[in-house]
T-cell receptor, first 116, second 117 residues
């Protein structure tokens, strides 16, 4: 069965400092990994994805994530946080294995709070 | 393109009435669309997967007769909450697979806030 875990309910960081939002996953085959951001009362916005290739993936708004197969992790990072980055971040995974569920499974979300 | 719209963005209705929510992929064709429900401060719960021209596949515990899904075209899926009750109040989000990110990427609509009085 596939699953994804976001161990932190909330991450606090000062503006200008680097940020990391953690995500680990479990799948039977190879993972398709995604990060989405949600602002209050809005849908999810796609940030970035890892399907194959380079382990370091760059996405929207200066965010990046690194796929680490040995640690089954896909942590979201940004070198310098902005107050406007404050939002709810979701990690999601889908199993590429034929016959596995084709559903996108979401983590519980991490609230990022960037203090000015 | 990868824009998904939902209408209405919010709706308030009386208990016992039915509410229809539309989901459109504006600049791409989506053979598969998804409907999610989100409770406050919680993650998204997949309700059903909708394929164009065929019946939707509902997740366990989701009443198909209560949450009617129609995917009549490659750009439109609708969710009808029939005989709505206060416990159906929630944030409903649709998603479409395809667009600029290819078939591996899902893009989400802005959500519809349903309040049943």
């Amino acid at each position: 069965a596939q699953s994804v875990a976001q161990p932190e309910d909330q991450v606090n960081v000062a503006e200008g400092n680097p940020l990391t939002v953690k995500c680990t996953y479990s799948v039977s085959g190879n993972p398709y990994l995604f990060w989405y951001v949600q602002y209050p009362n809005r849908g999810l916005q796609f940030l970035l994805k890892y399907i194959t290739g380079d382990n370091l993936v760059k996405g929207s708004y200066g965010f990046e994530a690194e796929f680490n197969k040995s640690q089954t992790s896909f942590h979201l990072k940004k070198p310098s946080a902005l107050v406007s980055d404050s939002a709810l971040y979701f990690c999601a995974v889908r199993d590429s294995l034929n016959g596995a569920t084709n559903k996108l499974i979401f983590g519980t979300g991490t609230l990022l709070a960037v203090q000015p | 393109g990868a824009v998904v719209s939902q209408h209405p963005s919010w709706v308030i209705c009386k208990s016992g009435t039915s509410v229809k929510i539309e989901c459109r992929s504006l600049d791409f064709q989506a053979t598969t669309m998804f409907w999610y429900r989100q409770f406050p401060k919680q993650s998204l719960m997949l309700m059903a997967t909708s394929n164009e021209g065929s019946k939707a596949t509902y997740e366990q515990g989701v009443e198909k007769d209560k949450f009617l899904i129609n995917h009549a075209s490659l750009t439109l899926s609708t969710l009808t909450v029939t005989s709505a009750h206060p416990e159906d109040s929630s944030f409903y989000i649709c998603s479409a697979r395809g667009g600029a990110g290819g078939l591996n990427t899902q893009y989400f609509g802005p959500g519809t806030r349903l309040t049943v009085l």
